[in-house]
C-alpha cells in the first residue's frame, strides 16, 4: 500500500483536510456526554427548565456544527479518493501497454482486467474510508478515555483494560484475515476468467454443445470462490460480536462499579451517565473500525496485487535509433523460446529478404510462422541471434519508430467500435479520405464501403461483430496499407478469403508500393507460391529456403503441403484445369 501512497500528492489538501474535519466532528461529539451529565446534575436535579433548553440548544448546535464538519470531511474523501482510483488506473493502464508481449502472456489478460477494475476499486473504497475513519475512530475511543479519566480516575480503569482487549481483538482478526482475503481475489480471478473465455467463445461453446460442462466449470470455481469468501466472512465477522460483549461486560462493570459510587458521592447521576455514554460511544466508532479493518484488509490485498503489477519492469528496453536505412530483413542464427517454455519455438533460423522483395512462410501448425514474424517488430526478443531490420538489430531501435514502419496484419482480425474510418486511421490518425480509399482499394475492400449506406461512416461494432469474417480482414489489410510500410506483414491473414480474391490480393499489394517488403505468413500454397523467396518451417526449424519451384524438387516438407493441398498439380505451381498460375 505504501507503494501507491505517491498517487495522494495531487490532493494533498483533501487529504489533510478530510481527517482533520472528522475530527473536529468527533471533538463536538466528545463534548455532548459533559452537557447531557450537566443537564442531569443542574438542570434536571435543580428543575431548572430554562437551564435544560439552553443546554438542550448547545447540543443542538453541536450536531449541526459535527454535521458540517462530516459533510466537509465526506467531499474532500471522496475527492481525493476519486482523484487517486484515476491516477491509479491511469497509470496502471500506460504500464501494462508498455509491458512486452512477454509479461502479458505470463500475467494473463484476465489478471489484468481484475487489477485494472475490482483491484482499483477496492483500494480506492479503502483510501475513502482510511481518511474518513482511520483517525476519527482512534481519536475518538482515546478521547473518550481521556474524558472519562477527567472524570473520575478510579471508575476510568475500565476503560484502560477494555480498550487494550478490544485492540487485540480488531487487530488480531486484521492479521489473520489480510493473507486470506488476497487468496479470496485469487479465486474471484478464475471466476472472472471463465466468464471472460465463455463469453469470447460463445459460438464455440454452442457448436460443440458444452454448454453444460462450462456450466460445472464456473459452478465450481464460483464455489471455491464462495467456500474461501465464507471462511474469511466467518473469521471476520467474529469481530463485532467480541466486540460488544467486551464494551458490554465493560458497560455493566461500570453500572455495578458506579452505582455504589454515586451511592456515596463519588460521583454524580450525571457523571455516570457520561462515562456510560463514553463506552457507548467507544462501542460505536470501534464497529466502525472493525467494519474499516475489513475494507482496508481487501485494499491491502489488492494494493499488492497492483504493485506487483506496477514493479514489473518491462522486458525489453528502447534502443535510440529513429530511422530505418531501407526495408531490409534478416534472421542471423535465430532461436527463440516462449517464457517458461522447455524448448525452443524457433531454433537457427537464417534467411535475408531485400527491400521490395516478398516473402512467402508456410509450415503446419506449430511450426513457428507466427513467432517469426512477431520477432520483426519487436513483439518478442530472440534468445539467441540477430534480427536486424535496415540492417541494424531491432535492439538498437526504438520501438515506436521501428512499428511505425512495419504493417502487422495479426491472425485474429481485431476491429474497434467505431466507424471503418476510425479504424481504418488507427494506421495513420491524419489520413484523408482519398489515402482510405487508395487502402481498400489494394486489400479488396472498396466494395465494403460502397455497399455500405454511409460509407466510410458506417458503424463498425466492437470486434467487428457486423461484418463478415472475410470483411474484418480485408479491412485489417487497408488499415495496415495506410500507413504505407516500408515492411508489410500478412500474417495467415487471407485465410477468410476465396482463393480469387487472395490472387487479386496479392497483385494489387505489390502494386500499391513496390518497394515495400512484404512478408506473407499462411498455410495455402497459392498464397505464397508467387513470393521471391519461400521460407518452409517444420517444428520451428527452417527446412526450405527458395522459390516455389526450386523447393518442389528439394524440399520434401514443402513438397507434402503442396501435394496435400493439389493432388493434381503438376509440380510447377499451375494446376492441370489451369485454374491456379504462379
Known amino acids: 500500500m505504501k507503494a501507491l501512497f505517491p498517487y495522494l500528492r495531487g490532493y494533498k489538501k483533501e487529504s489533510v483536510l478530510a481527517p482533520l474535519f472528522k475530527m473536529?466532528?468527533?471533538?463536538?461529539?466528545?463534548?455532548?456526554?459533559?452537557?447531557?451529565?450537566?443537564?442531569?446534575?443542574?438542570?434536571?436535579?435543580?428543575?431548572?427548565?430554562?437551564?435544560?433548553?439552553?443546554?438542550?440548544?448547545?447540543?443542538?448546535?453541536?450536531?449541526?456544527?459535527?454535521?458540517?464538519?462530516?459533510?466537509?470531511?465526506?467531499?474532500?474523501?471522496?475527492?481525493?479518493?476519486?482523484?487517486?482510483?484515476?491516477?491509479?488506473?491511469h497509470d496502471l493502464f500506460v504500464h501494462i501497454q508498455s509491458l512486452s508481449y512477454a509479461e502479458l502472456d505470463k500475467m494473463g489478460t484476465s489478471a489484468l482486467i481484475t487489477r485494472m477494475t475490482n483491484d482499483v476499486n477496492q483500494v480506492q473504497g479503502g483510501v475513502n474510508l482510511v481518511l474518513r475513519l482511520f483517525l476519527r475512530s482512534p481519536f475518538i475511543v482515546f478521547g473518550a478515555m481521556v474524558m472519562a479519566f477527567t472524570i473520575e480516575f478510579r471508575a476510568a480503569l475500565v476503560f484502560a483494560v477494555a480498550i487494550p482487549a478490544l485492540s487485540i481483538v480488531v487487530f488480531g482478526v486484521m492479521l489473520v484475515s489480510i493473507p486470506m482475503y488476497k487468496k479470496v481475489q485469487d479465486r474471484l480471478e478464475r471466476v472472472l476468467q471463465i466468464t471472460r473465455e465463455n463469453l469470447v467463445g460463445i459460438r464455440v461453446v454452442r457448436a460443440f454443445h458444452k454448454e453444460e460442462d462450462e456450466k460445472y466449470a464456473f459452478e465450481d470455481a464460483n464455489r471455491r470462490l464462495v467456500r474461501q469468501q465464507l471462511f474469511v466472512g466467518r473469521i471476520s465477522a467474529l469481530m463485532n460480536p467480541v466486540t460488544y460483549a467486551i464494551v458490554n461486560a465493560a458497560i455493566l462493570v461500570l453500572l455495578w462499579q458506579g452505582a455504589w459510587q454515586v451511592d456515596t458521592g463519588v460521583i454524580t447521576q450525571g457523571e455516570l451517565v457520561a462515562l456510560i455514554n463514553y463506552m457507548s460511544q467507544i462501542l460505536i466508532e470501534l464497529v466502525k473500525l472493525a467494519n474499516l479493518i475489513i475494507t482496508v484488509t481487501k485494499a491491502f490485498a489488492s494494493a499488492n496485487r497492483i504493485r506487483i503489477v506496477l514493479?514489473?519492469?518491462?522486458?525489453?528496453?528502447?534502443?535510440?535509433?529513429?530511422?530505418?536505412?531501407?526495408?531490409?530483413?534478416?534472421?542471423?542464427?535465430?532461436?527463440?523460446?516462449?517464457?517458461g517454455a522447455r524448448e525452443d519455438s524457433l531454433s537457427d533460423i537464417t534467411f535475408r529478404a531485400e527491400p521490395g522483395q516478398t516473402i512467402g512462410i508456410i509450415g503446419g501448425t506449430g511450426s513457428g510462422k507466427t513467432s517469426l514474424v512477431n520477432l520483426i517488430p519487436r513483439f518478442y526478443d530472440a534468445r539467441e541471434g540477430a534480427v536486424r531490420v535496415g540492417g541494424s538489430d531491432v535492439r538498437e531501435y526504438a520501438a515506436e519508430a521501428l512499428r511505425s514502419r512495419i504493417g502487422i496484419v495479426p491472425q485474429t482480425a481485431a476491429l474497434f467500435s467505431g466507424t471503418i474510418a476510425e479504424n481504418l486511421r488507427w494506421g495513420k490518425k491524419d489520413a484523408t479520405d482519398e489515402e482510405l480509399k487508395d487502402a481498400l482499394e489494394a486489400a479488396q475492400a472498396i466494395d465494403i464501403i460502397e455497399k455500405k449506406e454511409k460509407g466510410l461512416a458506417e458503424p463498425v461494432l466492437q470486434g467487428g461483430k457486423n461484418l463478415s469474417g472475410g470483411q474484418r480482414q480485408r479491412l485489417t489489410i487497408a488499415r495496415a496499407l495506410v500507413r504505407r510500410p516500408k515492411i508489410l506483414i500478412l500474417d495467415d491473414s487471407a485465410s477468410a478469403l476465396d482463393y480469387g480474391t487472395d490472387a487479386k490480393l496479392r497483385s494489387s499489394i505489390r502494386a500499391f508500393d513496390p518497394a515495400m517488403t512484404v512478408l506473407i505468413v499462411s498455410q495455402r500454397a497459392s498464397s505464397v507460391w508467387h513470393a521471391d523467396q519461400i521460407l518452409v518451417l517444420?517444428?520451428?526449424?527452417?527446412?526450405?529456403v527458395g522459390s516455389h519451384e526450386e523447393l518442389l524438387r528439394s524440399c520434401g516438407a514443402y513438397q507434402e503441403i503442396y501435394h496435400s493441398q493439389y493432388p493434381d498439380g503438376d509440380g510447377s505451381g499451375k494446376e492441370r484445369n489451369g485454374a491456379w498460375t504462379v
Request: charged content about 20%.
Open 538 to 544: 517444420e517444428d520451428g526449424e527452417l527446412v526450405g
Open 311 to 339: 514493479e514489473t519492469e518491462p522486458g525489453m528496453r528502447d534502443g535510440a535509433r529513429t530511422e530505418l536505412k531501407d526495408a531490409s530483413v534478416e534472421f542471423s542464427h535465430v532461436s527463440f523460446a516462449y517464457q
Open 24 to 89: 473536529l466532528e468527533a471533538s463536538f461529539e466528545l463534548l455532548v456526554p459533559l452537557v447531557m451529565a450537566r443537564i442531569i446534575d443542574i438542570g434536571v436535579r435543580n428543575r431548572d427548565l430554562p437551564y435544560v433548553l439552553r443546554m438542550g440548544g448547545l447540543l443542538v448546535l453541536l450536531g449541526v456544527i459535527g454535521l458540517a464538519c462530516s459533510i466537509t470531511a465526506q467531499y474532500f474523501a471522496a475527492r481525493a479518493a476519486a482523484g487517486f482510483g484515476t491516477a491509479l488506473r
